[in-house]
């Protein structure tokens, strides 16, 4: 997937892939969603996405009906240790990733 932003290119074929998560529905329910975490080599964070018609994904259709879409979006530093943690990415992987302490 490819996005331009603020005149910046975002490519998942060339950025570096973190971490995947998907939704514990199954894949044909309306709630399903996977996305995926990647830096590019200037640092920046963003997710791809992709979901049916109940996810953050969904596309508006004609009429007020909602479909399967996908997109991507940037994340700050925070935001992408957050996604992580909120998604339950192994801890190592983390580590690799963001500068983390011990408790």
Known sequence: M?????GKRYDTETAD??????S????GDFKWWHETL???VEDQYFIAGE???MSRWAQALDGNSRGAGSG?????DI??????????????VIA????????
């Open 17 to 22: 892939l973190i971490a995947s998560t998907e």
């Open 51 to 53: 979901g049916h018609a």
């Open 79 to 92: 935001e992408a240790l957050e996604w992580c943690e909120r998604n339950d990415i192994d801890a190592d």
């Open 96 to 103: 690799e990733h963001f500068a983390i302490e011990d408790a």
């Open 24 to 27: 514990r529905h199954n894949h």
């Open 72 to 76: 991507l979006e940037l994340l700050t």
């Open 38 to 40: 990647y830096r590019t």
């Open 2 to 6: 490819k996005k331009i932003i603020d």
